[in-house]
């Protein structure tokens, strides 16, 4: 029986860390020492050599070439912008996306993180009716919602300083570690509902025999 995957082997591992860190530490160095043109060459260069070298290592392409095309977009911003900062904005962007979707969410009571678990596992929707399992989704959207709203209170305000080098350490601290923590609450949360519904499903037959 395989054992089953921890919250960073499902977010691609140490490697996966790694990969993502890369171009952003390229951009920077390349930026401190050879100027913004140099530093968005220099991580889109790393972007495609890590998607080749995946490539060349039968591992997943799909990661990789998600983690290029975000690489692609944060150059061309930084290139539109004329600023080496302008390379974070698109990650700012999308965590003041997911934030709001991830409160609407709550504020529908359909919380997000139930609907995308239950999406991805073939579990569905059937927890919805279930109160006590609505709640833990609700906790557990909740944090990812807590995590989202935190790298955009960080990272903006260090845009707004014009601290690159320590936009690049925040990005790289509250990208998958950060994520990872609150996946573990969306564990917590599918495993006390997957026990509910279960024990739920167990006395019905038994109710009407």
Known sequence: MKAKQTPLEQMGGTTGLVYMA???????????????????CTAVGVGVAISVLRLVRKEPIQPALSGLFGVAVAAFVAWKTGSAKGFFLTGIWSNVALCAVFLLSLIV??????????ALNGTGTSWLKDKPSRRYYD???LALTLVFAARVAVQQWLYDEDHTGWLAVAKIAMGYPLLALAFLVVLWAARRSGKRLKEMGQRQPAASS
């Open 22 to 40: 890369l171009p952003i530490v390229a951009f920077v160095l390349a930026n401190a020492s050879l100027g913004l043109m140099a530093a968005i």
């Open 109 to 118: 009571r359909r919380p997000l993180a139930g609907i995308v678990w239950g």
């Open 139 to 141: 906790i557990a959207t």
